[in-house]
């Protein structure tokens, strides 16, 4: 069979790109959909076949339970976030906690595999003393900014929770965290995103000069780059596993190294990205076709903060970011079930096969799973229940009236009084159309 007609099958019968595409055709007009398979192969044989030459793929050796008798000794730790929900709108989440999962084969007892809370906050991570203080009378704008601060609060606390692992000099073998290594920073790069408190900077960062605790030095894009730079000092290997991609920075920076050595001109280059774009092709999509069972590719080192494109424009941060650790970015397909995971290290680890080997066998440990079973785990019991959620609100609201109160500042009361009254819809409150109730 050629590599023509296995890869169209293979887009057909066994991707989730043309899944994606068949749920959407209805919007696509005929030509986009007769020439939909023809053109994701010629994009599939080309990055076959520049994967083959530079030689980045790798088939893993997968041993199953010989695996675990030989490996039984090493200690992995997984780490993952939660935050709170329902967190009302005001200068912080509510409440925020990561979770350790740590396991040990051959120990016994409780000693096999514990949880611990690492971090725990409740109340005001962000400084009031900014301009999200001065609300504005569109609702989205309110979210959207209290959706950022949310992410900028699991991302930060999770990293400070390596750090914490870090300084205690842990003994690990492998340390998993469940999402990117590094994330991209440029949502927080917007004007009017708040600085953190000195309090949650010297708790999450102990190590973080008391000299820079001014405003400028608390904001997320400093205190990130700081944890980033001691978290790529760590003496174990650190790998942050996403489950799906969204966007293809590997395929991107393969072709433009391609371009920049001329083995590809510069329109085979520009019509290759345009297709990915126009298609919305990313890695996971492709890698999936590409790579067989049990195969991984070697990372390639990628800038995630890129001066100019990630960070929103006119921000005072854009020359921070070539300041930023690139990232060493691979995938391995654990099944033929699964689309190809996305692995991230700060550093090229000497023992690249083996620790991709690991992480495989942890991702075949439920069948047909294909993501680490330990992040999936501690996804769990990082997660706020309900109950808590609930708990932490009417504690924060009576803490930020009594704060607002004791101020003795209109603005601030004013500011409070918004806060609490404002109330979710619920469905027996909508409308009924004229109808009496």
Not at 13 to 42: G, H, M, R, Y
Not at 80 to 88: A, E, M, N, P
């Amino acid at each position: 069979m050629s590599d023509e007609i296995d890869f169209k099958n293979k887009i057909k019968t066994n991707s989730s790109l043309f899944t994606n595409f068949v749920k959407q055709a209805v919007n696509a007009s005929p030509k986009v959909q007769n020439n939909f398979l023809d053109v994701t192969e010629k994009v599939a044989i080309t990055i076959h076949k520049i994967l083959e030459d530079a030689n980045l793929i790798v088939n893993l050796k997968y041993k199953g339970n010989e695996f675990w008798i030989e490996n039984r000794c090493k200690t992995a730790c997984f780490v993952d976030g939660g935050v709170d929900k329902t967190s009302i709108i005001s200068s912080a989440p509510l409440s925020i906690r990561t979770g350790s999962y740590i396991v040990k084969p051959d120990a016994k007892d409780k000693n096999r595999e514990f949880f611990e809370e690492s971090m725990v906050f409740l109340g005001d991570l962000y400084d009031p003393k900014n301009d999200l203080y001065d609300f504005s009378d569109d609702d989205f704008d309110e979210d959207q900014m209290l959706n950022k601060k949310k992410d900028g609060a699991r991302i930060i606390f999770e990293a400070a929770t390596i750090i914490k692992h870090i300084l205690l000099n842990r003994k690990f073998d492998y340390c998993f965290l469940h999402g990117p290594i590094e994330a991209t920073v440029m949502p927080f790069t917007v004007l009017g995103f708040p600085a953190f408190t000195k309090f949650a900077v010297e708790n999450m960062l102990p190590f973080y000069s008391k000299n820079k605790l001014n405003l400028e030095a608390r904001h997320i894009v400093n205190v990130y780059l700081e944890a980033l730079n001691c978290i790529k000092e760590s003496k174990f290997p650190i790998y942050g596993i996403v489950e799906t991609s969204n966007s293809a920075p590997y395929i991107k920076n393969l072709l433009y190294s391609y371009k920049s050595k001329g083995s590809i001109s510069e329109k085979d280059f520009n019509n290759t990205l345009s297709t990915i774009k126009k298609y919305k092709i990313t890695d996971t999509h492709l890698f999936e076709i590409i790579l067989q069972n049990g195969q991984a590719l070697r990372p390639l080192e990628i800038k995630k903060q890129i001066n100019g494109f990630s960070v929103t424009s006119g921000s005072a941060w854009e020359s921070k970011m070539d300041s930023f650790p690139s990232v060493q970015m691979g995938y391995i397909k654990v099944n033929n079930h699964s689309a190809p995971i996305r692995i991230e290290s700060l550093i090229l680890s000497e023992n690249l096969i083996k620790d991709y080997e690991y992480i495989l066998a942890t991702a075949r440990l439920l069948p047909n799973y294909g993501f680490p079973v330990g992040l999936n785990v501690v996804d769990k019991f990082a997660k706020i229940p309900n109950w808590m959620s609930k708990a932490s609100r009417k504690y924060y609201a009576t803490h930020l009236l009594k704060q607002a109160i004791n101020s003795k500042d209109q603005n601030t009361i004013s500011l409070a009084v918004k806060i609490l009254s404002k109330k979710v819809r619920s469905w027996k409150n909508r409308p009924l159309g004229g109808l009496s109730r």
